[in-house]
T-cell receptor
Framework: KQEVTQIPAALSVPEGENLVLNCSFTDSAIYNLQWFRQDPGKGLTSLLL?????REQTSGRLNASLDKSSGRSTLYIAASQPGDSATYLCAVCSGGSYIPTFGRGTSLIVHP | GAVVSQHPSRVICKSGTSVKIECRSLDFQATTMFWYRQFPKKSLMLMAT?????????EQGVEKDKFLINHASLTLSTLTVTSAHPEDSSFYIC??????????????FGQGTRLTVV
C-alpha cells in the first residue's frame, strides 16, 4: 500500500525566502505525482503534475522535482510571498485504478 | 484546464437527516470519480471510487449504507450522507480525470463541501 509523507508539517518564514517542501513515498511504481495548494476551507488547486518519466516541472516561481528511484519529490518556492500562505499537498498516483494517495500536507505561513 | 464543480460548498443539517453532495465534470467525461473525506489537520482519505453505471467501490471501514454513491452519467456523481450524525461533520471533496486523456493524467478536484451536522 502506498504511503506518502510530507515534511515539514508546518513552516513559517519571512517574505522573500526560498523554500523547499518535501514529499516521500514508499512505492516507487508510480504513474505521476501532483502538488496541490489548499486554502483554508477550500478545495484543492493543482499546481504541478510530474509524470513518472519526468524529473521536474516548473510554473512561475514553483519548481517540482521527482526522484522516483528514491521515492522523493520536492517543491521549491522561490521568493516567497504572503499570498503563498496555504497548505501544500503532495499526491502520488499509483496502482491499477490510478487513485491519488495524499500526504498530510505542509502548512505554510509567509509573513510580511 | 478541466473543471470539476461540487455543490453545495457548505451545508448545515440536523442530526438524522440526509444530505446529497453533487460532483460534476463540466467539460470532460469521467467514467470514474473519487470521493475523499478530510478531517482537520489530516490528509485526504479516499472513501470510495465511483464508477459510471455500476456500483461504487468503497474503501475498508467506509459504510456503504451510510455514504450512498450514485454515478448515473459520465459527468455526474453524487454522495448522499444518510441519517447524518455530528461525527459525519467533515470536509468532503470529489475528484475526476478526463478519461479520454488516459487514467494517469492530471486529477482535478472540486471545491469541497463543508458538512456540519448539528
Amino acid at each position: 500500500k502506498q504511503e506518502v509523507t510530507q515534511i515539514p508539517a508546518a513552516l513559517s518564514v519571512p517574505e522573500g525566502e526560498n523554500l523547499v517542501l518535501n514529499c516521500s513515498f514508499t512505492d516507487s511504481a508510480i504513474y505521476n505525482l501532483q502538488w496541490f495548494r489548499q486554502d483554508p476551507g477550500k478545495g484543492l488547486t493543482s499546481l504541478l503534475l510530474i509524470q513518472s518519466s519526468q524529473r521536474e516541472q516548473t510554473s512561475g516561481r514553483l519548481n517540482a522535482s521527482l526522484d522516483k528511484s528514491s521515492g522523493r519529490s520536492t517543491l521549491y518556492i522561490a521568493a516567497s510571498q504572503p499570498g503563498d500562505s496555504a497548505t501544500y499537498l503532495c499526491a502520488v498516483c499509483s496502482g491499477g485504478s490510478y487513485i491519488p494517495t495524499f500526504g498530510r500536507g505542509t502548512s505554510l505561513i509567509v509573513h510580511p | 484546464g478541466a473543471v470539476v464543480s461540487q455543490h453545495p460548498s457548505r451545508v448545515i443539517c440536523k442530526s438524522g437527516t440526509s444530505v446529497k453532495i453533487e460532483c460534476r465534470s463540466l467539460d470532460f467525461q469521467a467514467t470514474t470519480m473519487f470521493w475523499y473525506r478530510q478531517f482537520p489537520k489530516k490528509s485526504l482519505m479516499l472513501m470510495a471510487t465511483s464508477n459510471e453505471g455500476s456500483k461504487a467501490t468503497y474503501e475498508q471501514g467506509v459504510e456503504k449504507d451510510k455514504f450512498l454513491i450514485n454515478h448515473a452519467s459520465l459527468t455526474l456523481s453524487t454522495l448522499t450522507v444518510t441519517s447524518a450524525h455530528p461525527e459525519d461533520s467533515s470536509f468532503y471533496i470529489c475528484s475526476a480525470r478526463d478519461q479520454l486523456k488516459g487514467g494517469n493524467t492530471e486529477a482535478f478536484f472540486g471545491q469541497g463541501t463543508r458538512l456540519t451536522v448539528v
